[in-house]
C-alpha cells in the first residue's frame, strides 16, 4: 500500500530553519506531483508549496515565497521543504501529500489522493 512519512518537524526560534522531509513508498513516485500543505488547530488546510513530477516546476503560496524552498529526489522518493526564516505565524502541522500528474505545472488546487500523518512545527517568537 501507499505510504507517505513526514519528518523534520521541531521547535525553533523565530528566524530559525528547518527542513522537513517526506518519504513516499507503494507508487511510481515519479508519476505523481508533491504538495506541502499545512493546518493549524481550528483554522483551515493550507497549500504551501508544490513540485511537479520531474522536479522542474514549482509553486509557492505568497506568505512563504522566497523563504522556503522545495525540491525533490525521484531515485530515493524524497520530497524536501526547506524552510528559512521562520515566523511564529508558521507554527503548524505540516503535511505531505502526492497526486499523479505528469503535468508541466503543479497546483495545490488538485484532489491530493495520499497523505501522510503530518510532522509538527513550532516556531517561537
Known amino acids: 500500500q501507499v505510504q507517505v512519512v513526514e519528518s523534520g518537524g521541531g521547535l525553533v526560534q523565530a528566524g530559525g530553519s528547518l527542513r522537513l522531509s517526506c518519504t513516499v513508498s507503494?507508487?511510481?513516485?515519479?508519476?505523481?506531483?508533491m504538495g506541502w500543505f499545512r493546518q493549524e488547530p481550528g483554522k483551515e488546510r493550507e497549500g504551501v508549496s508544490c513540485?511537479?513530477?520531474?522536479?522542474?516546476?514549482?509553486y509557492y503560496t505568497d506568505s512563504v515565497k522566497g523563504r522556503f524552498t522545495i525540491s525533490r529526489d525521484n531515485d530515493k522518493n524524497i520530497v524536501y521543504l526547506q524552510m528559512n526564516s521562520l515566523k511564529p505565524g508558521d507554527t503548524a502541522m505540516y503535511y505531505c501529500?502526492?497526486?499523479?500528474?505528469?503535468?508541466?505545472?503543479?497546483?495545490?488546487?488538485?484532489?491530493?489522493?495520499?497523505w501522510g500523518q503530518g510532522t509538527e512545527v513550532t516556531v517561537s517568537s
Open positions: 501529500a502526492a497526486v499523479e500528474s505528469n503535468g508541466l505545472e503543479c497546483t495545490l488546487e488538485y484532489d491530493y489522493s495520499y
Open positions: 507503494g507508487l511510481t513516485f515519479d508519476d505523481y506531483a
Open positions: 513540485i511537479n513530477w520531474s522536479g522542474t516546476r514549482t
